[in-house]
Nanobody, 125 residues
Framework: QVQLVESGGGLAQAGGSLRLSCAAS????????MGWFRQAPGKEREFVAF????????YYGDSVKGRFTISRDNAKSTVYLQMNSLKPEDTAVYYC??????????????????WGQGTQVTVSS
């Protein structure tokens, strides 16, 4: 089993920055794919960013491209989401997700086997 714990959420002003962390524990050696999603009240869960534990490719949702950066620290089994130029519409609960396979359809939340509990991000105008 794998456990994911997010941290780093909170309140930020528009134009500000936050960095989210997702620490994986348990059978982390089997993980291959990591993603960040977010869900605002009354809305569907939205793809934010994706990275694999090996390789350098990263992928982003259109609404965050150019403002958010996903990265990883393999030694710490931790994935980060650096969020810059925050907007009020970025307000949501942010979730970390992981899977043991080489995901191709990584934008779909249904593809992931493991999820964190979520961390609230609130951006004020």
């Amino acid at each position: 089993q794998v456990q994911l714990v997010e941290s780093g959420g909170g309140l930020a002003q528009a134009g500000g920055s936050l960095r989210l962390s997702c620490a994986a524990s348990g059978r982390t050696s089997r993980l291959y794919s990591m993603g960040w999603f977010r869900q605002a009240p009354g809305k569907e869960r939205e793809f934010v960013a994706f990275i694999r534990w090996s390789g350098s490719n990263t992928y982003y949702g259109d609404s965050v491209k150019g403002r958010f950066t996903i990265s990883r620290d393999n030694a710490k089994s931790t994935v980060y989401l650096q969020m810059n130029s925050l907007k009020p519409e970025d307000t949501a609960v942010y979730y970390c997700a992981a899977d043991e396979t080489y995901l191709l359809n990584f934008r779909s939340p249904q593809e992931y086997d493991y999820w964190g509990q979520g961390t609230q991000v609130t951006v004020s105008s």
